[in-house]
């Protein structure tokens, strides 16, 4: 078995991208190169090392694992007279392959090229080139360059300008370690803030958040540190709310609009829709539904009203979230695990007003101590931690337990019995060395993630590997082949429909990593381009991940085309699905999309998003259709999404609690330019 299993990983980890530099040929640093440790709250997950050489040339090496993704580059970078970069070289391998990148600067004339692009910038003297990737210090010496510029603005190649902003300036370390530090926000490079700490001569001193680079002399200082950006980030958000918030002093009517009954599945033409303060007060046909006097009045006419939206798997990033997720008319999400002090802190300022998010309901991810750990885990190394961790979710409010692959499964039975005894919804990963019909038996009330339910169905030698990389390299490989009518997916499927297990795919997340080559653009991102800043638009032609060898990219495609069918498979056996996007919160509508490929209709495709994860969350009584009685989450598009599902991106206006938003100034305040295509 043991021989089995190490040859099954050699060939799960053996990657395509045989040009990329050896890990041996990578630089090594030397005696006195500053280290910086990678970690999150689960733990150190990698070093970085920088060191400058004696004619100031740049250089540094970084390596980091999360779960099973696999970073290890390096980089040179020297600088013109102007401390800007003159030559870059990257070199290594990250989950998408070869890392190879190159920048030049001659006579004032740019050349690059990237594993995602290849360009020529003339007149780009004086702007500073971002590279794709590399360690952190390339984002260092961006930073550093930042912060002697002329006004704190610095123009950029491919394109675009930062701009930085001083936060607060605390003291880190104690007695002769001790040493003031400045945390910088800087803007352009994101649709939202980028945030680094610089020491008192502008030098870069390192990053925290979910993931932090410290040196490792205050490595024990990234809680403090994060805590600190937070607090000094959430002072934006009162004044969002306040900008984009609109709380109707009358009733508020939205006309002969096309309605999407959710309770049914079904469109019904011509319909009014009538608000009291935050409860749906009418409901009906155009024609007989009175609008009241003074009522605030929307003309639906070829508009299309829908209760407001869920995404079911989407993991909060910050402040920005909430407009973000408003702006598509989400109204309610499902995250599925965070770091736990965030999601506490959240919900205070939003109970007070003074942080706009949809509705959010919580889980805690639990998980067990190892290499592969998820990094906002609870970590249990016993069956009493475990249960005692399951214990502090409910005390503290959360909806929900998530566990992962790295979970003790010999703890399942008695964590999730205790869950469910606290009334607590059970989903998760599936631990290493079980199958998903394990965890069902066990009691799973929901498999996130598609390629769980693949994971019935690969080979037994796989699983004591599926916490790593495995989970996303077996079902790639063996998916495309696989007969998901075989008695063991047939019992699988039949025993989650007869138990009213759910599904949560995430389908969209499949076809980032098997569908696009590097460079290419995956369908969910495309609607946005041109509304965000070009580094994150660059970022998204990322591509998949490498393929393994002995397979192609075809034959990931052609499991992610499987993986659509199954989907459609367990639709149709009755399997519960609620839809999410584990992405950057963007990618709901194409989740749907991809649902009408699996088969549905329409109108089951929206449930998917709407009424069904109302039902899992249990509060299907007040939200999740528009019915005389609930309370008035709402999102009024431009179009028809029976017909076109991707009008679902044209929201005009959304209303949550009978609050009335502007989506464009939703947009605007998220940091995107425009509307999506």
């Not at 990737?133 to 930073?143: E, I, Y």
């Not at 769980?452 to 077996?474: H, K, S, T, Y």
């Not at 019992?491 to 460079?519: C, H, Q, R, W």
Request: charged content about 20%; hydrophobic content about 40%.
């Amino acid at each position: 078995m043991r021989i089995a299993i190490a040859s099954l990983a050699a060939l799960l980890m053996a990657s395509s991208a045989i040009t990329q530099t050896p890990s041996a040929q990578l630089d090594k640093p030397p005696a006195g190169a500053r280290h910086f440790v990678i970690q999150s709250t689960a733990g150190k997950h990698g070093d970085s090392w920088s060191w400058t050489l004696p004619d100031g040339t740049r250089k540094a090496r970084e390596s980091f694992n999360l779960r099973g993704q696999v970073w290890d580059v390096d980089y040179t970078g020297k600088p013109g007279r102007d401390g800007m970069p003159a030559k870059v070289t990257v070199r290594g391998v990250t989950p998408q392959g070869d890392a190879a990148e190159s920048f030049s600067l001659t006579g004032g004339i740019a050349n690059w090229q990237s594993p995602v692009d290849k360009g020529e910038a003339r007149d780009a003297k004086g702007k500073f080139y971002l590279t794709l990737g590399g360690p952190m210090d390339t984002s260092g010496w961006a930073l550093e360059r930042l912060l002697t510029a002329p006004g704190r603005k610095m123009a950029l190649l491919p394109g675009g300008e930062a701009r930085a902003e001083r936060l607060v300036t605390v003291v880190v370390g104690k007695g002769k370690t001790a040493k003031p530090v400045t945390l910088w926000q800087i803007l352009g490079l994101s649709n939202t803030p980028v945030t680094m700490w610089a020491d008192a001569k502008g030098k870069f001193f390192g990053s925290t958040g979910f993931l932090s680079w410290l040196p490792d002399a205050y490595a024990g200082e990234g809680a403090r540190l994060d805590q600190i950006q937070t607090a000094e980030l959430a002072k934006a958000a009162p004044r969002l709310y306040k900008q984009l918030v609109q709380k109707p002093t009358t009733p508020v009517a939205f006309t002969n609009v096309k309605l999407y009954d959710a309770d049914n599945k079904r469109f019904l033409t011509g319909q009014t829709v009538v608000v009291s303060g935050k409860i749906i007060a009418a409901v009906g046909p155009a024609g007989s539904t009175p609008v009241p006097a003074g009522a605030r009045v929307f003309d639906g006419t070829g508009k299309t009203l829908l209760p407001g939206l869920w995404d079911s798997h989407m993991h909060i990033a910050d402040d920005y979230t909430g407009p973000q997720e408003l702006s598509l008319g989400v109204t309610s999400v499902r995250d599925p695990g965070n770091r736990d002090s965030r999601t506490l802190d959240r919900r205070k300022r939003v109970e007070a007003e003074q942080l706009l998010l949809p509705h959010v309901y919580a889980s805690m991810l639990i998980d067990g101590k190892g290499p592969f750990t998820a990094q906002m885990a609870s970590v249990a190394t016993t069956q009493d931690e475990a249960i005692a961790h399951v214990r502090r979710a409910k005390a503290l409010g959360f909806t929900g337990v998530k566990f992962y692959g790295t979970f003790d499964y010999h703890w399942l039975p008695a964590a999730i019995a205790e869950a469910h005894r606290l009334g607590l919804h059970v989903h998760g990963h599936i631990p290493n060395s079980i199958r998903p019909s394990v965890a069902v038996a066990d009691g799973y009330d929901e498999i996130t993630h598609i390629n769980w339910i693949v994971m019935e169905g690969v080979p037994a030698e796989v699983l004591p590997l599926d916490n790593g990389i495995a989970r996303f390299e077996a079902p790639g490989r063996y998916a495309k082949d696989m007969d998901f009518k075989s008695p063991e997916m047939t019992a699988l499927i039949s025993t989650m429909a007869a138990k009213g297990v759910y599904s949560d795919p995430t389908i969209v997340t499949f076809e980032g990593l098997y569908v696009p080559e590097n460079g290419d653009l995956s369908a969910a991102y495309a609607p946005f381009i041109g509304t965000l800043p070009v580094a994150t638009e660059r970022f998204m032609r990322s591509g998949g991940f490498a393929v393994p060898a002995g397979l192609t990219r075809a034959d990931y495609r052609a499991s992610f085309a499987r993986m659509i069918a199954l989907i459609g498979l367990m639709h149709k056996a009755g399997v519960p699905i609620v839809a999410g996007t584990d992405g950057y919160g963007i990618e709901l509508i194409r989740e749907l999309e991809l649902y009408l490929q699996a088969g549905m209709t329409p109108g089951e495709a929206l449930a998917t998003a709407t009424i069904n994860p109302a039902r899992l969350n249990k509060v299907d009584g007040k939200t999740g259709s528009i019915v005389v009685g609930k309370v008035a989450d709402l999102v009024l598009v431009e179009g028809d999404p029976e017909a076109r599902m991707g009008d679902l991106r044209q929201t005009r206006w959304v209303m949550m609690d009978g609050k009335l938003m502007n989506a464009d100034d939703l947009r605007s305040a998220a940091g995107y330019s425009g509307r999506p295509l």
